[in-house]
C-alpha cells in the first residue's frame, strides 16, 4: 500500500511538518484481522527483589485483541498489567531498513488507567548477521501517557551508515494499573529535513587577492569546505546590540590556497559626538570542525562547533574557516552608530573590513531574564582538569558565567553543619555553607541554586544508593526522619530568605518522576512542607503529574510527545519550566537551541534545563568520542583541554545558547514596557511580533534561522520605538 500523507509531528517538543512518502510496512496495522502476531515479554522489576527482574507468567499483565476501544476501525490491542512494578514489552516483526534513509514511526496511544502510566518505544537495528549496529536515542526515559484520548506516538529518525538492514521495534508500557490501547501503526519512508532559506542571512564582504570573505549568523553552520554562490554583497560588517549585551556573528574566511599566521583585530568603535567602544570589547575565536563518522547519523559529516583562543591560526585552501566575532557592549553605552575596521593580516598582507555596530537604546540586565539550570558537575571536569577542585570549581562556573547561565543543579553546596538529640534537628553552622554561595553570587552572577541536601533523591528507577536513609540513618518515611527532613527544611529555608535574599534555593526532590514513584516522593514532599510551607519545590515531570504532587511550586515539563500547555492555564499558582534545551550537531536541529528560548516565552515558562553540559562518562573525550557521547555531543556543550596549561574550550552551540538567552531579554523587556501603557497585554504583544516564526500553535515552527534573527531585529527596533504599535494593541 502506497500513501502521501501532510502532516504536522511532534519529535522531543518540536514540531515539523514532513510529507510522508513510499511503503506501509505493517500489514495489519489496525489489527483488522482480529489476531496480533507479535511477541511480548511480560516481567516485574523492582529492585528490592532477588533478581531484580522476574518473568510474569500468571496472566496479570499481558495483550489482546479487543473491540470495545478503537482509533479507527473495528479492532484495537489492548495492554494491560495488574501488580506492582509489571511491565509488559511489545516486539512487533523486525522491518527492512536501508541505510540513510530517513522514515517515520507513528502509532495511537488511549490510556484508560485508573493511576499513572507511562509508555516507551525503543528502536534497534541489526546488520545481515543480526547484529546491532545502533539503537535510535530518546531525549526522555518515558512518556506519561494522559487519560481519556487518543494520543499520537510519532518518531522520526535517519539511519546510519552503519550496515543497518531491519529494525526491531520494542514498545514498553508500565503502570500498576495499567489498561491502554494501541491502534493504526504505522512506519513509513519520509523525504529529508531541509532547512528553509539557509543562506539568507550570509552576505559576501569585500575580498583581499587570494581570499574571499563572507558573514553569517551563528545559529547556522558553516560548511568545511563549500562556499555558496550569489551571495548578497555588502560594503560592512552590520550588527546591532543592546548596551550590557554582547552579539556575535561568523566572519568566514575562504583563501585559495593555504594562509599562515593569520591574524584578527578590531579598531575602536567610534560613535555618536565620539563616544568610543574599546578594542577590547572585541573577541575572535576560531570555529573548528570535528569528523563525525557514519554512525551518528544525521550529524556525520565535518561538523564545526569546538573554539579556540588563538593569537594566530592556519586557514587552509579552499576550505571555510569561520571565526566566531563577537563584540561586548559595555553598560551605559550611548545609543547610535559606531563605525570601525576588522583588520586580517597574513604575513605582510593586510585586509581591512568597515563594520558598522548599532548600539540601541535598551540595556539589557546582568544576570538574564531567563532562569537556567546547566548541569555542570565536578566530578565529570576533574577526568580532564587534575588542578585544585576549587579552580576547577571556579573554571566551570566562569564557563557558565560567559554565557549568562544563572543556575548549576549539578554544583554540590557544602552542608550545613547540625546536630541530632531528642528526635530533633538543629542546623548549627552555615559558614562554609555561606562562603561557597557567596562567592557563587559576586563572582558568577549565580541565582538559582538547588536545595542542599533536599535534591536528588532518586529517579525513574527509585530511591538513589542509600537516600531512602536520611539524617541518623533513619527511614525516610519514619518518624523520625520525616521530623528531620521538617526541621531541616524549616531552618534552611529561613536562612537562605534572610542571608541571600537575591537568589532563589529550590528543593530539586527527584528526577523525572513516574507513577511508580509516587509513594515514595509523595512522603518527602509532605516532610518537607510541613516543615517549610514558603520553600520552592521544583519537580522536573509533566504538568499532569500535578494532581499526584499538590506540594510542588514549579513544574519543569519534559516537550515530550502528549505535551499540552492547557495543563498550565489549569495550575494558576504553579510556575513553569520546561527541558531538554536541544544543543543537536544535526544541521537541520541546530538552530533549536537559539529557539528555545523563544518557544519558552510561547507557552509562559520562566526557565529552562539542560541535564548536561559535559557528558564524558566513563573517560570518553570528546575530541575523539564525541559520537560516544550522549546522543553524539548533544550533552556536551564544552571541549577539555588538549595539552598542558590550556583550559576547557567552549563551542559554537554554546554560544548560540546565549543567543537565544539574550533573546528572551528583548521578549521580556518590551512586554514590560507595553504593560505600562496596556495593562494586561504585554505577553500577547509580543507574541503577536514573534508569530511568523510559527505555524499556527505554540510549538510547531518554520526551519528558517534567518527569520529568527529578523525576529529578534524587529523586537529591538519595538523597543527602540517612541511608541508602541497602536493598531497592533487595539487588535489584541
Known sequence: MFSMIKKAILISGFFMTVVLTGSEFFTDPGFESGNCSWNSLKFRYDTALKPAWQAITDGTTGMRVQTKMTHNGKHALAIFNKIPRGYIRLLPPAIPVSEGKRYRLSYFVYNDSPSQSSIVTDLYFDNADGNQVWRHVREFSAFSIRKGEWLPVELR??????????????????????????????????????????????????????????????????????MPQGLPGTSAIRLSAASNERESMQLILHPESDLYDVRISGLPLIGPNGKRIESDAYSFQRIGYLDIPASAGPKAGMRPDPLFRETTFKAPGKCNTPILLSIDVPKNTAKGIYNSKIIIETGAKRHEIPLELKVRSFELPDIATLKTFFYARYEEFCKFDRRPASEVI?????????????????????????????????????????????????????????MPYLYFFGDTGGFYKGRDRVFGNVAYNSPEGKRYLADFARQMQHHVKEKFPQAEFLAYIWDEPRYDNIRELSSLLKSIRAGSPDMTIFLPAPLHFAVNYPEVNIWCDPFQPFFNPVFHAALPK??????????????????QARLYPMLAYFNNAEGALIWQIFDASPNRNPWTDLVKTYNCGSATLVYPPQKPGDTFHSSQRFAVIREGIDDYDYMKLLERRVETSAPGKGSAYVKALLAPMFKGNKLEYHNNPALLSRLRDRLGDALDAPELDRKLLNHL
Request: glycine fraction near 6%.
Open 394 to 450: 571556579d573554571a566551570i562556573h566562569d564557563i557558565l558565567r560567559a554565557h549568562r547561565i544563572n543556575g548549576n543543579q549539578g554544583q554540590t553546596l557544602p552542608m550545613p553543619e547540625y546536630k541530632l538529640k531528642n528526635g530533633r534537628l538543629t542546623i548549627t553552622g552555615f559558614e562554609a555553607f555561606d562562603r561557597y554561595v557567596q562567592r557563587r553570587i559576586e563572582r558568577d552572577g549565580m541565582r538559582i541554586f538547588p
Open 157 to 226: 529518525f535517519e539511519i546510519p551508515r552503519t550496515g543497518a538492514k531491519r529494525m526491531r521495534i520494542c514498545i514498553q508500557a508500565s503502570g500498576e494499573k495499567l489498561c491502554a490501547f494501541l491502534d493504526d501503526f504505522s512506519f513509513q519512508e519520509i523525504p529529508g529535513e531541509e532547512i528553509t532559506g539557509r543562506y539568507d542571512a550570509a552576505r559576501e564582504l569585500p575580498a583581499m587577492p587570494g581570499l574571499r570573505l563572507w558573514s553569517d549568523i551563528i545559529q547556522v553552520q558553516t560548511p568545511c569546505k563549500e
Open 574 to 591: 504553579a510556575r513553569f519550566w520546561i527541558y531538554n534545551w536541544p544543543a543537536s550537531l544535526a544541521p537541520t536541529e541546530y538552530f
